[in-house]
């Protein structure tokens, strides 16, 4: 049976569906099955994948009804053997480089406490490069969760770029499908306990960055982190920080985000995101009191009075970004 399961959950992912498939099948490490979940795609996404149906370690199922993004993820990691000791998501329009899976393997073999393995990546025309220094490999995972929210490294985040050993099914789906940033929240649950984050010290993955990706334009225009990192920091923070760490994180998340929600405010062509966020907040019980909106209030307002002409643009640059998206 497979060491490795490498998932891809895919939506009209035609464009780059055979690139992505091939960069799995070449790997130079064998010991994979590869589920692709196609989530009733009504372009060529089925073709193309059927190509690929004849390799052994293909398995490709396609959903009957169209489901939300992260709930086909977590639909990949049901289809996986169970037997196979670690997942690895793939995005559909992502790559992974030749040695991707026999180096994140071999550092979670080496270090049975390791959860999470990450490496170096390219994303778009950026070499991402947020690790422990080199040549450390193996860190306490509280440690990890907290150089994230602390905004020191963004060593959490993206699942082409992890790969993670497999938790008992029993704990129940792998990603909360609450969050839309449902990778950073699962990462950070495995990880606060004190379990190890591995890192290989090498480019491994590469994600593509275009625009036809609609999360990543839907969490621009909605404001999605700011709120889910602030909720995931109450959910989880106290796992991994002393209560003075986690009030001043915390305040400083509550303060970015009150901000956000005045700049909101001055956005009338664009009531979507303010309807957005309510419905936000109640969903991840996340409160944002009066004192937190004045400070904010007071900030963007001097900002608005030190830089009028820089406000104007980027209003401007955010209206054609909606009518973008829209």
């Not at 480089?97 to 180096?103: A, G, I, M, N, S």
């Not at 450390?136 to 959490?156: I, P, S, T």
């Not at 985040?157 to 609450?178: A, C, I, M, Y």
């Amino acid at each position: 049976m497979a060491l490795v399961s490498v998932v891809t959950p895919v939506y009209n992912g035609e464009r780059y569906l055979a690139e992505c498939i091939e960069s799995v099948l070449s790997q130079g490490f064998t010991d994979f099955e590869y589920v692709i979940v196609d989530n009733c795609s009504t372009d060529r996404t089925a073709s193309i994948a059927a190509k690929y149906a004849s390799d052994p370690r293909v398995r490709i199922h396609h959903n009957d009804a169209t489901i939300p993004v992260i709930a086909n993820y977590n639909r990949g990691a049901a289809l996986a053997s169970p037997e196979t000791r670690y997942l690895k998501y793939l995005a559909a329009d992502d790559l992974l480089l030749t040695d991707c899976l026999e180096r994140m393997v071999a550092v979670a073999e080496a270090n049975p406490g390791v959860k999470v393995v990450a490496s170096y990546k390219i994303h778009g025309k950026d070499l991402v490069s947020d690790g422990p220094s080199f040549p450390q490999q193996v860190v306490d995972g509280r440690n990890a969760c907290r150089w994230f929210f602390e905004g020191r490294l963004g060593v959490l985040g993206g699942p082409t770029n992890h790969l993670v050993r497999r938790p008992d099914p029993s704990t129940g789906p792998l990603f909360d499908e609450h969050y839309l940033h449902a990778d950073i929240e699962c990462f950070v649950r495995m990880l606060k306990d004190g379990s190890q984050y591995g890192f290989v010290h090498q480019v491994l993955t590469f994600t593509r960055e275009h625009d036809a990706s609609v999360s990543t334009r839907f969490a621009d225009v909605m404001g999605t982190r700011t709120i889910e990192f602030l909720a995931i920091l109450q959910k989880h923070g106290p796992s991994f920080l002393m209560p003075a760490e986690q009030r001043r994180l915390e305040r400083g998340f509550r303060r970015a985000y009150g901000r956000f929600l005045v700049r909101a405010l001055v956005k009338p062509w664009n009531r979507r995101i303010w309807h957005y966020q309510a419905a936000s907040r109640k969903r991840l019980s996340v409160n944002i009191d009066a004192f937190d909106m004045l400070a904010a209030a007071g900030i963007e307002v001097g900002r608005i009075l030190l830089s009028p002409m820089e406000t104007v643009r980027r209003l401007r640059r955010e209206y054609a970004r909606v009518n973008a998206s829209s």
